[in-house]
């Protein structure tokens, strides 16, 4: 049965209800979560697997204010503009878009909330697991160790991501104690997560089927490898032989896989389909399984237009918010696959016949629904472009994941997908950890392609081509500038486009679109005042 441990929070989440509607305060961090919810081993593994579907919340694009959001909408590949009467929204997408966001943003406070929730949601477990005996909770020293294990290493994916958005933040890993903790200096979080993954990814499980959607040794090395990638700006200090070596433990193997060995799949869908538990590449996911716990993907409302289940045969619209920006789709060459199966443009037609017209119901009302590769008002034939002036099929549309279909298409082909509305959300696949190493081979190289960094660049990029179409690189072709936007165009709508942007030097001093340059210290967004103002201990980033 797909993703069996699903199963295990549907029917155990219940136990957890009192802690989960009890309503967290503002210091998320400092909160009891659970008691005394430890006195055998189904309930041991109901606590272990609580903060995976919390991490739903804040890791993917899933209608609130979580990492993803910052991650990806102060880039410069996607955007949620107004839409004629929608979108507005107080103005909180421009803010993010143009780099004019403040101390008092709620949505940057409910991220903070949302993943120090998720601290708590891994802290109570590891204390009360420890300070339990293997008699009184039905466990093995074995068991005992992996569990523990598992959650200080997504403890510590927590603190990577918080580190990422905000640089500098307290580092809490018991419950309540301090009630007010300091501002750690982001090299010495840096130096903490380090410490803990190094610490537990000998005792953590290998990746395996069983292991799917929990962390591993697998995304252990994920992480590092993010680390090491990024520690030139997290930390001033380069690490890109340990990128290097982190990424080969991966290729290698030496992590475990999802499906047999770790590999590249053969073509560019299977990671992104409602089977994707059977890709070879997923190292760590948020996973579903809506047909056995009624636990469903969350990202609909975020790319979904108003109409979209007549699109794909299914039965969940969305908010008509994040498209392309403009600029991007051109990016991709005409013969490549990924421009035309992982993006959406032109007439919308139903999914049922394959040929009536999706009807847009805003300003194009009773016309056909056609996304459009521009953010104007082409309806009053007006050339301005911008976050204010976009219509109801402004931008180039999210196609990559897919839910599958509740009803057969023309003449029954397809059939109903019995996997509906089970699509996992990578969060580490293998070819996010072959440019990686490639990146970092490049930098050692000033800049210049080596032998290998295209080996393992080509061998990515060539899935997305057919045979006679795919034209592989050159060490004169793949620039550093290349790379980037090799990696726009691989990981779009992923969550990395910010720390690729801050890491080759474009986020702040570079113009796209409507976007002109920021300033250096937007390269961190501010501690919320609506923490400060409840922990005098947190310090504010500079330029705030």
Not at 152 to 168: E, I, P, Q, V
Not at 204 to 222: D, V
Not at 460 to 470: H, I, N, V
């Amino acid at each position: 049965m797909k993703k069996r441990y699903i199963t295990y929070i549907g029917m155990f989440i219940v136990m957890l209800s009192s802690a989960c509607k009890k309503q967290l305060e503002e210091n998320a961090y400092d909160q009891l979560i659970a008691d005394n919810f430890y006195n055998n081993k189904t309930e041991v593994l109901s606590a272990v697997l609580r903060p995976y579907t919390h991490a739903n919340a804040w890791v993917t694009p899933s209608g609130q204010d979580g990492w993803w959001r910052p991650a990806e909408l102060s880039a410069d590949q996607l955007a949620w503009p107004t839409k004629g009467r929608h979108g507005e929204d107080g103005g909180k997408w421009k803010r993010l878009h143009y780099h004019t966001w403040t101390v008092d943003e709620g949505g940057l406070n409910n991220a903070w909330r949302l993943m120090y929730t998720g601290v708590g949601f891994c802290n109570d477990p590891i204390e009360n697991i420890e300070k339990r005996s293997l008699t009184q909770m039905g466990l093995t020293q074995a068991e005992k160790d992996a569990f523990v294990a598992e959650l200080k290493l997504l403890r510590a994916f927590h603190y990577l991501k918080l580190m990422d958005l905000f640089g500098n933040i307290p580092v809490v890993t018991q419950v309540g104690i301090p009630a007010r903790p300091e501002t750690m200096a982001r090299k010495d979080v840096f130096n903490f997560i380090e410490k803990e993954i190094k610490e537990n990814i000998d005792k953590a499980p290998k990746l395996s089927k069983a292991q799917l959607g929990r962390m591993s040794q697998a995304s252990a090395y994920a992480m590092l490898t993010e680390l090491y990638l990024n520690a030139e700006i997290w930390t001033g200090t380069a690490r890109w032989d340990d990128c290097i070596a982190a990424a080969d433990q991966l290729i290698n193997g030496a992590g475990g896989a999802q499906n047999g060995n770790m590999a590249l799949d053969l073509n560019i869908t299977d990671q992104y389909k409602t089977t994707n538990d059977l890709s070879k590449e997923v190292i760590f996911s948020i996973a579903y399984n809506f047909s056995v716990a009624n636990f469903q993907p969350s990202w609909t409302g975020e790319f979904y237009h108003f109409k979209q289940q007549e699109i794909y045969g299914g039965g969940r619209n969305g908010n008509n918010g994040v498209v392309v920006v403009p600029g991007n789709y051109t990016k991709f060459e005409n013969t490549d696959l990924r421009k035309t199966t992982w993006l959406s443009i032109g007439p919308q037609v139903k999914f049922v016949d394959g040929k009536s017209p999706v009807l847009a119901s805003e300003e194009y009302n009773g016309l056909q629904l056609t996304f459009v590769d521009n953010i104007q008002k082409n309806k009053n034939n007006s050339t301005l472009s911008n976050m204010s002036e976009g219509e109801e099929n402004s931008g180039v549309r999210f196609n990559k994941y897919k839910l599958g279909n509740q009803f057969a298409g023309p003449g029954g082909v397809p059939a109903i997908d019995p996997q509906y509305n089970n699509t996992d959300w990578n969060v580490y696949r293998l070819t996010w950890i072959y440019f990686a190493k490639a990146e970092a081979l490049m930098r050692k190289n000033g800049g210049t392609a080596t032998a290998d960094a295209l080996a393992l660049i080509n061998t990515s990029k060539q899935r997305a081509y057919t045979a006679g179409t795919y034209v592989p690189y050159t060490a004169a072709t793949l620039t550093m500038d290349e790379l980037l936007t090799e990696r726009g165009r691989e990981f779009i709508f992923e969550g990395f486009r910010r720390d690729d942007m801050i890491r080759f030097g474009k986020f702040t001093t570079g113009t796209w679109w409507d976007h002109t340059a920021s300033t250096a210290t937007k390269a961190l967004y501010p501690i919320p005042q609506q923490q400060r103002d409840l922990n005098v201990n947190l310090q504010q980033n500079p330029g705030y």
